[in-house]
Structures are given as structure tokens and as C-alpha cells.
């Protein structure tokens, strides 16, 4: 495909409006049409990034034929329906993680891609980091080899509120989101299926419905383990903080960024084209359009996580 590639984006809260400020960097692609439930909010954001369509329905933006890929940016509960929408109506999918909140959905999710050979893929932005791509590669060198990962995923969450302090529409969840960028990097970076996981969990809140702490442990087959600590109740630094111990280097990634285990910051611009996690990962997803493959964190590539994150959910369920 070398024509422009028209992109919907559905769903213009926090996360939305990073993709939005992420495709403007690259070249031969434009957002035609904008999706979100407040159509004057709506509205008001399209305008600024010179969107022409504005819908409160996704099925608006899928008529369009002009419309060749879509970013689903909505929320959690509404991922895996709205992924088979886009694919039965011809269009390639970007779904942000998670995938799905029930592995049954995820399965459906990855079936559909198979049957319609269309680009699927899910937003695990891990892997389009570029601190986490810098270990990445020092793993494919030979050069380091994970012994132990240790990931602290905190935030101050005990009313629905956004990345941006607006209040939400949907409760979130940290095992089948926060829990499911760890679980699928872990993987990944050790280069070996996750054998072992067991999870416990602190107290549900009585009116979000959730736990509010998490612990869950994982081991790969290659031995290499990870501990990984989840709350919604941490009133101090927020975000996902990520500790690679192994057996050459100790590196800390926060975000884009890393450093070494004596907290010195490391120089990663150098690692891919841009600094911005998201423009990576929405980079990938057009380069994979364009070249008719399959992308990196495509739906197929990332089920094995949610395998994993319903074997956890069965565990805490059963422990009541």
C-alpha cells in the first residue's frame, strides 16, 4: 500500500490523544475520521488535529470506505467486540491492551484475524519502548540474559478517574490490563513461554468492584522468574517501574527511559527513530499494513499473555 493510509481513531480520552499526537510525526497517514461519546468534546478535539468525521458510533466510522485501519482506544469491556467489528468490516485494527478481559474473547479475536488475513494488533507498548527495546537487543546479541525481573505497577485509583483526572466511564482492572503489559514482556524479553504463575490479592473495593492490590510471581521455561506488584492505593510515584537483573547488567526502565542499577541514566535515543512508545508502536502498526505482514505485538503474537492472565484469574477465584 503506498497511498495515504486513512485511519478512524475511536475512543479520544488520555490514551486516544496520544495516538492522535504520535501519527502526527509520521508520514503517509491520516486520521479522517474521530470516535468518542461525547460528541461536542468530540467535536472539540477533532477540530484541533483537522479531523473531518466525528461520530458517537463506531459503526459510522467502519461505513466509511475510505477508512482503512482503525485504533480502538475505548474501553477495556468494549475491546474485543469492537476488534471482530473492525475486522468483519474490512479494516485493519490496532486494539490498545488489553485485547480482551476474557480469554474465550481473545481466542475470538485471534480466530477472526486468521479467517480475514487482515493487520490485528494489540498495544502493548512495552515492546515499543525504546529502554525496553535497548534490553531487547542486548538479549538478541547474546550479550545479557535475564535472571529475575522486578516490576512495581503503582497508581492512586480509588475513584474512576483517568491518566488526565477526568472521571471514567468504566471500572479498570489491574490483572487484565496492568497485569497484562508485565505478564506479555516478561515473555518476550526472556525469549521463553511463562511455565509458572501464581497470583494473590488484596481486599475488592466496595464500590469499584476490583482488587485494589495485587502479587503476582512468573517463571519462564529458561528459569528466569518475575515478581510483579500491583495497587491502585500507592500515593507516591505512579506509573510501571521495571528492574532487569540478569546476569551481565542491572538496568531500571521507567517508561522510555533507562538507567543502570546505579540509577545512571542511559543514552537510548539512539534505539529507533523516535522517543515515544506509542509513535513506535502506531509505527509498527502502519509499516505492517504497508508491507502486508504480520506486526510485532500482533493479536496472535500477544494471546499467550492472556492464557496466562486466565489461568491467574481462575487461581484468584478459586482462593476466594
Avoid at 538478541?140 to 497508581?155: K, L, P, S
Avoid at 500515593?235 to 527511559?257: H, K, N
Wanted: hydrophobic share 40%; glycine share 6%.
Amino acid at each position: 500500500m503506498s497511498k495515504t493510509i486513512k485511519v478512524a481513531l475511536a475512543g479520544a480520552g488520555a490514551f486516544g490523544i496520544k495516538h492522535l499526537d504520535g501519527i502526527c510525526n509520521i508520514d503517509g497517514v491520516e486520521v479522517v475520521s474521530l470516535v468518542s461519546r461525547e460528541l461536542d468534546k468530540t467535536r472539540e478535539t477533532a477540530a484541533k488535529y483537522g479531523i473531518a468525521h466525528v461520530s458517537t458510533e463506531l459503526a459510522d466510522s467502519l461505513a466509511l470506505s475510505e477508512v482503512d485501519a482503525v485504533i480502538l482506544c475505548t474501553p477495556t469491556q468494549m475491546h474485543a467486540a469492537q476488534a471482530q467489528a473492525c475486522l468483519r468490516a474490512g479494516k485493519h485494527v490496532q486494539v490498545e491492551i488489553p485485547l480482551a478481559d476474557s480469554l474465550a474473547d481473545a481466542q475470538a479475536v485471534v480466530a477472526l484475524q486468521k479467517q480475514t488475513g487482515l493487520v490485528a494488533m494489540c498495544g502493548h507498548t512495552r515492546r515499543f519502548n525504546p529502554s525496553h527495546q535497548f534490553v531487547h537487543k542486548k538479549i538478541a546479541e547474546g550479550e545479557f540474559n535475564i535472571q529475575q525481573m522486578d516490576v512495581q505497577t503503582y497508581f492512586f485509583r480509588r475513584t474512576n478517574m483517568n491518566a488526565l483526572g477526568q472521571a471514567r466511564s468504566w471500572t479498570d482492572h489491574l490483572l487484565w490490563h496492568h497485569a497484562a503489559h508485565t505478564v506479555d514482556l516478561f515473555a518476550y524479553q526472556a525469549g521463553s513461554p511463562i511455565v509458572q504463575a501464581n497470583a494473590i490479592q488484596g481486599p475488592i473495593h466496595p464500590t469499584l468492584g476490583i482488587a485494589m492490590d495485587m502479587s503476582i510471581q512468573l517463571k519462564a521455561a529458561n528459569g528466569a522468574i518475575c515478581t510483579l506488584s500491583l495497587s491502585f492505593n500507592n500515593d507516591g510515584p505512579l506509573g510501571t517501574f521495571f528492574r532487569y537483573i540478569g546476569d551481565s547488567a542491572t538496568y531500571i526502565a521507567r517508561y522510555d527511559d533507562l538507567f543502570n542499577g546505579k540509577d545512571e541514566k542511559l543514552d537510548v535515543s539512539h534505539v529507533d527513530v523516535s522517543m515515544n512508545g506509542i509513535e513506535l508502536q502506531d509505527r509498527e502498526f502502519f509499516a505492517a499494513i504497508r508491507e502486508g505482514r504480520e506486526p510485532n505485538a500482533s493479536v496472535a503474537q500477544v494471546l499467550p499473555c492472556y492464557e496466562v492472565l486466565h489461568k491467574l484469574e481462575q487461581q484468584l477465584q478459586a482462593a476466594g
